[in-house]
């Protein structure tokens, strides 16, 4: 399948510090990437989707100014936790869609632990 | 809107033994895609099976396969020969397969456990 990295796969920051999260496809272009959220024992929730060259769209309940997604080629999109506070820590998953199959494969994840 | 349930929070087998887990959707659309990804506890969610709503034929891969009941709206995994490396909670998701604002919908997922 294809591959959809994550980086970095664990971070930890003080409260009030920004962190950026990238997610890259690794070996297909990806005009459509979408981010996760998931709670300990709890399925995904979308956050928002992120298309190339585009603002992103997001979900309702999720603040854009806090969780800024840029897209800006066809294999990279980050999303940014801004003004991080302990209750933004969480497991953040990115995904990608690979156009030809209508396949959504999966980073790794990244564990954001706010202090 | 789409809805994905899976009612077994939880599920056991031993080992070499064969597990179904069960989903079921709703949707008014006939179009569509279903999957089954599997989240081990490395929680990279990796895909195990992808079944095409206009396709009558059951998809398999390898110890997996699905039982696609498109009129009921059910679509359940099967693993066979179940491996200690199967352990992990698993998603059922739907696909629309056209539209602007497609996103996957996941149920609440099963954990399931692979005993020796």
């Known amino acids: 399948g294809a591959v959809v990295s994550q980086h970095p796969s664990w971070v930890i920051c003080k409260s009030g510090t920004s962190v950026k999260i990238e997610c890259r496809s690794l070996?297909?272009?990806?005009?459509?990437m979408f981010w996760y959220r998931q709670f300990p024992k709890q399925s995904l929730m979308l956050m928002a989707t992120?298309?190339?060259?585009?603002?992103?769209?997001?979900e309702q309940g999720v603040e854009k100014d806090k969780f800024l997604i840029n897209h800006a080629s066809l294999t990279l999109s980050t999303l940014t936790v801004t003004s991080a506070h302990p209750e933004d820590s969480s497991f953040y998953i990115c995904?990608?869609?690979?156009?030809?199959?209508?396949?959504?494969?999966f980073g790794p994840g990244t564990r954001l632990t706010v202090l | 809107a789409q809805t994905v349930t899976q009612s077994q929070p939880e599920m056991s087998v031993q080992e070499a033994e064969t597990v179904t887990l069960s989903c079921t959707y709703d949707?008014?659309?006939?179009?569509?895609?279903l999957f089954w990804y599997k989240q081990p506890p490395s929680r990279q969610m990796i895909l195990v099976i992808r079944?095409?709503?206009?396709?009558?034929q059951n998809a398999t891969e390898n110890r997996f396969s699905v039982n696609f009941q498109k009129a009921a709206k059910s679509f359940s995994l099967k693993i066979s020969d179940s491996q200690l490396g199967d352990t992990a909670m698993y998603f059922c998701?739907?696909?629309?397969?056209?539209?602007?604002?497609?996103?996957?919908?996941f149920g609440s997922g099963t954990q399931l456990t692979v005993l020796p």
């Open positions: 995904s990608a869609r690979v156009p030809a199959a209508d396949t959504q494969y």
């Open positions: 070996d297909f272009q990806a005009t459509t």
């Open positions: 992120s298309n190339e060259g585009s603002k992103a769209t997001y």
């Open positions: 949707t008014s659309e006939n179009n569509y895609y």
């Open positions: 079944q095409e709503a206009y396709k009558q």
């Open positions: 998701a739907f696909l629309l397969s056209s539209g602007s604002a497609r996103q996957l919908t």
